[in-house]
């Protein structure tokens, strides 16, 4: 199989298991990517999107379907998550095309107050609901096909035994198959789906 095949793969039992368990989760699911989202994307970044992460937004544009946004005292308007938009272990959201542009930029900046903190190479996939710097990232530079990245606040590092983005996705997908991943369990309530530490 593939690892485009492997990312589908994975996706369509994720999505499958939060439709049939957590329908006001599965509203959080956003629809496919167009060609106008990836066209976007790709300009922003400033090289091809790997093909990995196009089978995926192509299946899935991320999980903000329900998130809104909010127009502070001084006039800006600040985007606000929905809980249902957490459908990973830990809190972590899925990016849709325009998300990864924002978290991508936003990470870019920072890397020019922090040397190495991020490199133009990586590519925001699934991040922490909150907005801290925690989650996974794609590494595209192409040295190494592309491997997927676990980040924390210091920096990105190998995620072990995870290698490939279809592979995070399959264990995901096992973990709500069997029930728990690593150390947080899926839970329903109230039709959303809370992932909790047991």
């Given amino acids: 199989m593939s690892e485009n095949e492997e990312v589908q793969t994975a996706w369509r039992r994720i999505a499958r298991w939060i439709t049939a368990n957590a329908p006001s989760t599965a509203q959080a699911l956003r629809g496919p990517a167009t060609d106008e989202d990836i066209a976007g994307l790709r300009d922003a970044l400033g090289f091809e999107v790997p093909d990995v992460l196009e089978a995926l937004l192509r299946a899935n544009n991320g999980s ?4 809104t946004t909010q127009t502070l005292p001084n006039g800006r308007v600040v985007p ?9 272990p830990f809190g972590k959201v899925l990016l849709g095309c325009e998300e990864i542009v924002e978290a991508r930029a936003q990470m870019l900046d920072m890397a020019q107050e922090a040397e190495g903190y991020w490199e133009p190479h990586l590519i925001p996939v699934i991040w922490d609901f909150e907005r801290a710097y925690y989650g996974y990232a794609l590494d595209a530079s192409g040295s190494s096909g592309f491997r997927v990245l676990h980040y924390a606040e210091v920096t990105p590092r190998e995620t072990d035994p995870t290698t490939s ?24 309530v109230n039709g959303s789906l809370r992932w909790h530490e047991e």
């Fill in 64 to 67: 903000g379907a329900k998130d």
């Fill in 80 to 88: 606000v998550r929905h809980l249902d938009s957490a459908i990973f």
């Fill in 165 to 188: 983005l279809g592979e995070l996705l399959t264990s995901f997908a096992d973990g709500m198959d069997r029930g728990n991943w690593d150390v947080q369990r899926p839970r329903v």
